[in-house]
C-alpha cells in the first residue's frame, strides 16, 4: 500500500488523559494518573503516545483536567518534535470551559465534544480514542484497518479475560463475527464467546470512529439532558443497539516481547499493580519489551551521566541483582535486588533495597532497608529507616497496601518525624 494511502494518515489520536487515578492514594496527589513515572525512565502516558507515533498516526491531542501541570510539562519536553509544516501535530487540551463559563469537562464523549473545532482543523477521516493510563503496546493501524474493512460504526479494543474475572470490566457480547450485540458495565454474569465459553471481551477503552459520525453524535449528546456524556455509559450503547460495533481483539494487532510472549497489558491503577508491573521488568526475559528497537518507547529524557556503583568492602558493597538502575543513580555501598531505580536515586553505604520502586530523586540514608515498596519522587530517606519487616509498624506511619506493599512520601516522613 502506498505510503500516502496509509489510514493512519488519515487519523488522529485523541487521548483521555484527564482522569486523577485515585486508587493510586497519595502518588496522584501531585500528579494526573497517566503523568506516573513507569519504568525507570518514562511515564505512563508515553505508552499510548509511542503506540500512535509508531503506527504512523501525526496528529494527536491530549484532554487533560485533574493537577494536569506535570503531564503538560512532561509533553511539552519530550514529545515536542511535531512539525506543523509536515502536518503533524500535538495540541494539550485542558479542560478551560471553552464552550461555556460553567461546564469543564462532564464526561469523556464531552471531553471530545467541547474541542470539535480542533478536531475538524485537523482534516481528517478517522478518530481514534485512547486512554492515557494504561502499559501496553499496539499497533493502531491494524484496528483502524479493520474498523474500515468491517464497515462498523465504532470498533472497540478489546481484551480477552477469564469470566470469573471479568465483572470488573466493560463487557460485551459478540456473535461468531465479533460484531458486538450488547455491551454490559461490571455484569455479575458476564457472557463467554462463541469460540471460548470461559473467555469474555472487556473494553480497553479504544474506540475508533469515522469522524463525520462521531461529530453529529456528539453534537446530539451535548444538547441531551439526561446524557453523562460519556463514552462507556452514553455513545457506544446506542451505536450497539441502532448501528454496528465491531469488536477488535487486542491480540490481532499487539505487539509482543517475541513470539512466545503473551499479549501484555496492564492497568497500573493501584499500588499494589504498580508495584508489580514496574518489578516484572527486572525478569529474566519480561513479557513488555523496552528494548525493543522497532517499537521503541518515546518519552522526555533528562541529560544525566551514567549510574555509578562504587565502595568493594564486606557489608558495604556497592550492587544490584535483577535490577533495573536508570542514568544518574549512584549505588554508594548499597545492596539493591529485585529493584527499580529511577532517574538520579543516590543510596548510601550499609543500605539494602529488596523489590523496591523508587521514583527520581530518592535519597536513601545510611543503615536503611527497604522492602517491598514503593517510594515517591523526591524522598529523602532518614538514616537506619527500616520498612518491611514490621506491617504493623510500618502501618503506623505509611501506607501499607493489601497486597503487602507499603508506600512512602515525604509528607509521611515528616509527619513521622514530627511525632518522634
Not at 501535530?89 to 471531553?111: C, E, H, K, V
Request: aromatic residues 8%.
Amino acid at each position: 500500500m502506498p505510503a500516502i494511502t496509509r489510514l493512519s494518515q488519515r487519523s488522529m489520536a485523541f487521548v483521555l488523559a484527564g482522569g486523577r487515578g485515585s486508587r493510586l492514594r497519595e502518588l496522584t496527589d501531585r500528579r494526573v494518573k497517566p503523568a506516573v513515572y513507569f519504568g525507570g525512565k518514562t511515564r505512563i502516558i508515553d505508552f499510548a503516545l509511542s503506540n500512535a507515533m509508531n503506527s504512523g498516526i501525526r496528529k494527536m491531542a491530549i484532554a487533560t483536567q485533574y493537577k494536569a501541570h506535570s503531564l503538560i510539562r512532561h509533553c511539552q519536553r519530550g514529545w515536542n518534535f511535531f512539525r506543523a509544516e509536515r502536518n503533524e501535530f500535538l495540541d494539550i487540551l485542558p479542560a478551560s470551559q471553552r464552550m461555556n463559563d460553567q461546564n469543564w469537562y462532564r464526561g469523556t464523549a464531552d471531553a471530545v465534544a467541547q474541542n470539535i473545532d480542533i478536531v475538524d482543523s485537523y482534516g481528517v477521516d478517522y478518530v481514534l480514542i485512547l486512554a492515557g493510563d494504561h502499559i501496553y503496546k499496539m499497533d493502531y493501524e491494524l484496528m483502524i484497518e479493520h474498523h474500515v474493512e468491517s464497515g462498523a460504526d465504532v470498533t472497540i479494543g478489546c481484551l480477552t479475560v477469564p469470566r470469573a474475572e471479568a465483572s470488573a470490566f466493560g463487557v460485551m457480547a459478540v456473535d461468531d463475527k465479533d460484531v458486538i450485540t450488547s455491551f454490559l458495565e461490571k455484569p455479575a454474569d458476564p457472557p463467554g464467546t462463541p469460540d471460548d465459553p470461559d473467555v469474555t471481551l472487556a473494553s480497553m477503552g479504544i474506540y475508533v470512529f469515522k469522524w463525520d459520525l462521531l461529530r453529529d453524535m456528539l453534537v446530539r449528546d451535548m444538547d441531551d439532558p439526561n446524557s453523562s456524556h460519556d463514552f462507556g455509559n452514553d455513545l457506544i450503547p446506542e451505536l450497539v443497539k441502532n448501528g454496528k460495533a465491531q469488536a477488535h481483539r487486542f491480540t490481532d494487532s499487539c505487539v509482543r516481547a517475541s513470539n512466545e510472549a503473551p499479549a501484555y497489558w496492564r492497568d497500573v491503577g493501584t499500588v499494589d499493580a504498580f508495584w508489580k508491573a514496574n518489578l516484572d521488568l527486572t525478569n529474566f526475559a519480561p513479557d513488555l519489551d523496552l528494548w525493543d528497537r522497532n517499537w521503541p518507547i518515546w518519552s522526555y529524557s533528562e541529560n544525566v551521566p551514567p549510574a555509578k556503583f562504587i565502595h568493594d568492602e564486606e557489608d558495604r558493597r556497592g550492587l544490584a541483582v535483577s535490577s533495573l538502575v536508570s542514568g544518574g543513580c549512584i549505588v554508594s555501598g548499597t545492596e539493591i535486588r529485585e529493584s527499580l531505580l529511577f532517574t538520579m536515586v543516590h543510596t548510601n553505604s550499609f543500605s539494602s533495597l529488596e523489590r523496591a520502586v523508587v521514583l527520581p530523586r530518592v535519597y536513601v540514608s545510611r543503615h536503611a532497608r527497604l522492602k517491598n515498596v514503593v517510594i515517591d519522587r523526591g524522598v529523602h530517606i532518614p538514616e537506619g529507616l527500616v520498612v518491611g519487616e514490621d506491617p504493623e509498624e510500618d502501618a503506623k506511619w505509611f501506607r501499607v497496601t493489601s497486597g503487602g506493599v507499603t508506600l512512602i512520601t515525604q509528607a509521611m516522613l515528616d509527619a513521622r518525624e514530627a511525632s518522634l
